[in-house]
């Protein structure tokens, strides 16, 4: 799927802002619902950056102080389930049957052990 698919089936908006104005990778504004993306990032990062804010969208802003770690991994979690599902639609039964975590993992610059078990279990989801 594209970006601009993504906004689009979302019905949400794209804001690009420069390195220099703030060198976060981006954010989810609720009230425009509107996601402000840093532009020097690649299509990959801005695609990843993309799902997880769109994970943020049934969030209760009020909340986020009290429930920012659950909150982020949920809006990880989206992120992960987003493009396991753009990877696999891409691959034949086969593929799928010999799927890699780990080079997935890599590829999409996924790190800690809490990536690993979102994609692990994303992954089950997915193929049950």
């Known amino acids: 799927m ?8 979302y019905n949400i ?8 104005l703030w060198d976060r990778a981006g954010f989810y504004y609720a009230p ?3 996601v402000y993306i840093n532009s020097a ?3 990959k990062e801005k695609k990843k950056v993309i799902y ?13 102080d009290r429930r ?17 599902k753009e990877e696999l639609s891409a691959c034949d039964k ?15 610059d996924l790190v800690t052990t809490l990536d690993e078990e979102l994609v692990k279990e994303e992954f089950l989801k997915l193929i049950s």
């Open 2 to 9: 594209t970006i601009n698919e993504i906004v689009k089936q």
């Open 13 to 20: 908006k794209l804001c690009e802002y420069p390195p220099s």
């Open 32 to 34: 425009l619902r509107t």
């Open 41 to 43: 990032l690649s299509e």
């Open 52 to 64: 997880h804010e769109l994970g943020h969208l049934n969030h209760d802003a009020s909340q986020y």
């Open 68 to 84: 920012r770690e659950l909150f982020e991994i949920q809006a990880n979690r989206k992120m992960i389930r987003s493009i396991l």
């Open 94 to 108: 086969d593929d799928v049957k010999n799927f890699n975590y780990v080079h997935f993992m890599e590829k999409y």
